[in-house]
């Protein structure tokens, strides 16, 4: 994995990025400190995520002109903006943008950007990659990481909420595997129960069921959580 970090303040940046290393092995994090520098290497580099700041030297809103410029390759490359401006202005903005998600410099701590960056890195691994054939079972669902758009299943369109987009995300990020209750209320971030993943796992299940009526790739694992099994493949 691939990661642009953009943010002009030095130590900022070095912050981050000890963050993300300490969190992700494996991840290659180029720290970059102007519009300029970033947009040559969104030009040469196919970055997997990208965490850049709004306001880069003199120009409050330079970030703004990068995110477009990253929307404009269409690669859906999920974007997290770390910035000061105020989150409930810009949290809406950024969303119109299509950015993933808006954290706001000063109110969040090492704990709260780790996860909301393993979160980007989970949808960015999951992404299909543009132009990649759909052979397998496992790419006959096409998720959305930013969000803007309906997942699809076998080419038909999936009406998911957004935390039920989240959950499915992750399932299928690490289908065969079992997903515990406990990892789930990590995504479901509010109203931690239970009660309330078994819901959003209903209702992404009853969505399935209004394409393909016996769509059985998510399993519920007594106590423990659920699995999500590629149709066709031999359960665990």
Not at 93 to 115: P, S
């Amino acid at each position: 994995m691939r990661v642009a970090l953009i943010e002009d303040d030095v130590p900022t940046s070095n912050q981050l990025a000890g963050w993300i290393r300490s969190a992700a092995d494996g991840v290659d994090i180029d720290q970059l400190f102007s519009r300029d520098e970033a947009e040559s290497a969104l030009a040469a580099t196919p970055y997997d995520a990208i965490v850049l700041d709004i306001e880069l030297g003199r120009e409050r809103h330079a970030g703004v002109a990068l995110i477009n410029e990253i929307n404009k390759q269409g690669q859906g490359t999920p974007v997290l903006v770390v910035s000061a401006m105020p989150a409930a202005i810009y949290r809406g903005i950024m969303k119109a943008l299509e950015a993933w998600d808006y954290l706001q410099k000063t109110t969040f701590g090492e704990a709260e950007f780790i996860e909301t960056f393993l979160e980007v890195l989970r949808v960015a691994r999951n992404r299909r990659p543009a132009g990649s054939p759909r052979t397998s079972p496992s790419r006959e669902l096409v998720l959305d990481p930013l969000w803007q758009r309906s997942p699809t299943w076998r080419g038909e369109t999936i009406n998911l909420p957004l935390t039920a987009q989240r959950i499915l995300a992750t399932l299928h990020a690490r289908r065969g595997e079992v997903v515990s209750y406990e990892e789930l209320y990590d995504v479901v971030k509010s109203g931690r129960s239970r009660e309330n993943v078994r819901k959003h796992v209903s209702t992404i299940r009853e969505a399935f069921r209004e394409v393909e009526p016996d769509f059985e790739c998510i399993e519920n694992i007594p106590m423990r959580g659920f699995r999500w099994v590629d149709a066709g493949a031999p359960k665990p």
